[in-house]
């Protein structure tokens, strides 16, 4: 049953807005990249300082690059202050994270609150087995080798607190927000697991 | 007199060289200490100010009471100078270089008939064909009749000669007086607790703010002082991301800064300037993009303020081919975002060229960060060749071949050879 309290619909692949989410794998910056690409707005990038790691402009999806704001902060307490800042700055459309390490229930309960006060969405892009119990949703996203002039990608969404799980197989090549899907994982149409 | 000749007379001197810059500008803060004197005061060549004191002496008390004030004060502050007061500019300038006084008026000439020509601020040829002319002193000009002057030594010296004995006007003409942006309060009880410091600051910010409006200004970095009652001071500075003069949006940047000053036994003086301002044109109020773009420069502020402003960064195209310089990172405070040209052969990622063990050309299989890859299909090379007009320590292995390697494990890595020095080096990731 639909109830005032649901969420706006958010398309497939789409991040609900003003939560915060995660990605992990080899492939979470291509999806954080994606995700640049899908929201219009001023876009915040956080890094920690030392990460060597940085985006290309020349790279980046088409109208990232002049979006796009890097945050540099040192430390991890100064790195979650950021965040919490950003999502809580009503300019900002996504806000992309990197934490070095896995975030406390509090920690991520807090971004969560900062997120609905700034109607901003998040995404953290997470260590192996970072994840926090607090994020909306949580997304496992690998690079797939695939056939001439194809950039494919297995996106599956593992943790979903307001929907079911997924499994997607795209193509995307990075240089729009438009993609391709190639499959759709039969899993998706049906309802969440009633044991949850 | 030349350097060479003042050692030859005094071996031990001392000697540093003259710092024009610092000196102007104590110049101009004396200028303004001045300003307690006489209305107009204005700076009179590179060593002198000049301020007219129509209308004022009696208020100190007299000419020659003005004058030893004058001297007292710039003797307390350890500096030795020259006063002079006359009834006219060029009179008053000639005197205090020949050792000052007071001339009553009326009784110019007899003052300054004895000093020499060179008093009356005119060039070294003139003064030396004067001197060759056995006109030495002022008296000896004054009596000659003025058209041949005018035609042997230019109008010139006729002007300054009519200048120093009042038959030409010559006012002092005082510049506008730069604004200053900064206010103070001074409180009979001191306080100590955060909200009385905050709303103190709050009727600062609201005055600065409005002298800002009035000159179409916003502040780009604003410090406030705290003066505590034991004579300590503490300081608050905060940059902004863009021009600003809204108290409200300013003052919750200071809210850390505030929280971490320790009173002591109390604050009884607070002043807030604004060191740095840029012009801030009125803006029409309550359109959403002007909104938006607020809103992100509060944002930047913000945290500019707490993890500095060099490294709240933007990305900004630069004109090269090699990678590493083909963008640069500004500060965002400080620059305009601009589009970048996109391009597919390029990474969207890049680190800092890490070195692979691979097998073949290009390679087969490679090892890079402790996973085993494989090659699916390798697209390339691309040549780049350093920039030999700029010295890269990273390009030191000069040529490089750049391949896109597709591999069967997932990852698009962005690998190249350097075939004079050779070796294989990953370098990026394609989305």
């Not at chain 1, 649901?6 to 992990?24: K, Q, W």
């Not at chain 2, 120093?164 to 003409?173: D, H, K, T």
């Amino acid at each position: 049953m639909k109830t005032l309290l649901d969420p706006p619909a958010c398309p497939p692949l789409g991040l609900r807005p003003m939560r915060v989410h995660e990605a992990g794998g080899r492939g979470r910056r291509s999806f954080a990249l994606f995700q640049a690409a899908r929201h219009p707005g001023p876009l915040v990038w956080i890094t920690p300082a030392h990460l060597p790691e940085q985006p290309l402009p020349a790279g980046l999806p088409m109208g990232v690059a002049e979006r796009l704001h890097l945050l540099r902060p040192v430390g991890e307490t100064d790195l979650l202050w950021c965040i919490e800042e950003a999502l809580r700055s009503p300019a900002v459309a996504l806000v992309i994270a990197e934490p070095q390490q896995p975030l406390s229930l509090t920690a991520g309960r807090r971004l969560q609150l900062a997120a609905e006060a700034g109607r901003t969405t998040g995404l953290l892009l997470i260590q192996q087995d970072g994840g926090s119990a607090a994020s909306e949703t949580r997304w496992q996203c690998e690079p797939a080798p695939g056939p001439e002039d194809s950039t494919l990608h297995h996106w599956q969404l593992n943790r979903n607190k307001r929907g079911t799980n997924g499994d997607w197989m795209l193509h995307w090549d990075g240089t729009t927000a438009a993609f391709h899907l190639v499959s759709e994982a039969g899993k998706r149409h049906q309802p969440a697991d009633p044991a949850r | 007199m030349a350097l060479a000749d003042a050692r030859a007379i005094c071996p031990d001197l001392t000697t540093r060289p003259a710092d024009l810059a610092a000196e102007a500008t104590a110049l101009a803060a004396l200028r303004r200490f001045t300003g307690r004197y006489a209305p107009l005061v204005t700076v009179d060549g590179a060593d002198g100010l000049m301020a007219d004191i129509s209308g004022v002496p009696h208020l100190f008390g007299g000419e020659a009471a003005l004058r030893d004030d004058l001297q007292a004060r710039l003797e307390r502050a350890g500096l030795h100078a020259q006063s002079a007061i006359a009834p006219t500019r060029g009179a008053a300038h000639a005197l205090a270089r020949h050792g000052g006084g007071i001339l009553p008026e009326g009784r110019l000439l007899e003052g300054l008939g004895a000093l020499p020509v060179t008093a009356l601020r005119v060039d070294q040829a003139t003064a030396e064909a004067l001197s060759r002319m056995g006109l030495t002193r002022i008296a000896d000009l004054a009596h000659l009749p003025r058209a041949p002057l005018a035609r042997r030594f230019g109008p010139g010296l006729v002007l300054r000669l009519d200048q120093a004995l009042g038959a030409q006007a010559e006012p002092v003409a005082a510049p506008p007086e730069a604004p200053h942006f900064g206010v103070r309060m001074t409180l009979p009880d001191p306080i100590g607790l955060q909200s009385d410091v905050m709303a103190g600051l709050d009727r600062l910010l609201d005055r600065l703010c409005a002298q800002l409006a009035a000159h179409h200004r916003g502040a780009r970095r604003l410090r406030l002082d705290l003066r505590r009652v034991d004579r300590q001071a503490s300081q608050i500075e905060i940059g902004l991301a863009r021009p600003m003069r809204d108290p409200a949006r300013i003052k919750a940047l200071f809210a850390k800064g505030v929280e971490e000053v320790d009173a002591g036994f109390g604050i009884d003086a607070l002043r807030l300037s604004a060191p740095i301002t840029e012009p801030l044109a009125p803006e029409q109020i309550g359109s959403t993009p002007a909104h938006q773009a607020d809103a992100l420069a509060d944002l930047l502020s913000s945290l500019g303020n707490r993890i500095g402003f060099d490294r709240v960064l933007r990305l900004l195209p630069s004109d090269s081919l090699i990678p590493e310089r083909s963008f640069t990172l500004a500060p965002a405070a400080y620059s305009q975002p601009a589009p970048s040209p996109t391009h597919r052969t390029r990474p969207a990622i890049l680190f800092p060229p890490e070195a692979v063990t691979a097998t073949g050309h290009p390679p087969v299989q490679f090892r890079w960060r402790r996973m085993q890859l494989t090659t699916l299909r390798a697209t390339g090379p691309e040549r780049i060749t350093p920039e030999w007009w700029l010295e890269d320590p990273t390009w030191r292995s000069g040529l490089r071949d750049y391949w896109r390697i597709e591999t069967r494990q997932g990852p698009r890595l962005w690998l190249f050879h350097t075939p004079q020095n050779p070796g294989w080096y990953a370098q990026g990731e394609f989305p």
